[in-house]
């Protein structure tokens, strides 16, 4: 009888991009519609509105890339310090370091024979490795990668912002306002669902959060615009 080896695909593979690419589209999306719609109420020029939304296109993107890696680099700081500790402690008190790992194991549901057993068998084989896992809850898929989480919201803000000035330029100025909130909320209800079949998670639920909110931003800032009469 052939016996195969299955290897799921997990979803929690994707978490080091997924976060930072739908913070980043979602945030393009509305931050760029929103502003240009609370301009487009003070009925300003066309160049105006497509020169506010390059504007807000690029800083947007630089700051949601750059936002992103020097908070994720935060937490590898962090990570990195706590390895080091643990590599410290395993050098200097290694027994009490096997007994932390028994105990962790015995609160899991081992015996404590059982559990000391594989505390010890799992230290001579990688011990910075277990505490890692085990102790500080680090593993190579929760593990911080800076990088990753820059490029990936830079150009999902870059795929959200583009949307709201493709419409500048296409939309009929006569009716902006509506129209720019029209193709946004399109975008928003595209995002959730996107976002929801990468995430694994329910697409109504998902979809939900990401029109409210957005709808509410734009909402202000049109009311802004109108009362005002100026770009904010």
Do not use: C
């Amino acid at each position: 009888m052939h016996h195969s080896i299955h290897e799921e695909a997990h979803l929690s593979n994707r978490n080091h991009w997924l976060r930072a690419a739908v913070l980043g589209a979602n945030d393009g999306l509305i931050s760029t519609a929103s502003l240009l719609v609370g301009v487009a109420a003070a009925n300003p020029s066309s160049q105006t509105l497509l020169l506010t939304g390059l504007a807000a296109l690029t800083a947007g993107a630089l700051s949601m890339a750059a936002g992103e890696y020097i908070s994720v680099s935060s937490q590898a700081d962090t990570e990195k310090a706590d390895l080091e500790q643990e590599r410290y402690e395993l050098t200097h008190n290694a027994e009490r370091e096997l007994f932390e790992l028994t105990k962790i194991y015995v609160a899991r549901g081992l015996d404590h024979t059982l559990a000391h057993q594989v505390a010890v068998a799992l230290t001579e084989h990688d011990a910075l490795e277990a505490h890692a896992r085990d102790e500080i809850g680090l593993t190579d898929l929760s593990t911080a990668k800076p990088i990753h989480a820059s490029v990936a919201s830079g150009f999902a803000f870059i795929a959200g912002a583009i949307l709201p000035i493709i419409g500048i330029l296409t939309l009929p100025t006569q009716s902006l306002v509506w129209s720019l909130a029209s193709v946004t909320l399109v975008g928003l209800i595209l995002l959730g669902i996107i976002s929801a079949r990468l995430g694994g998670a329910p697409i109504i639920p998902a979809t939900a959060r990401v029109v409210i909110w957005g709808v509410l931003a734009m909402l202000a800032t049109s009311l802004i615009g109108r009362l005002f009469g100026i770009a904010v």
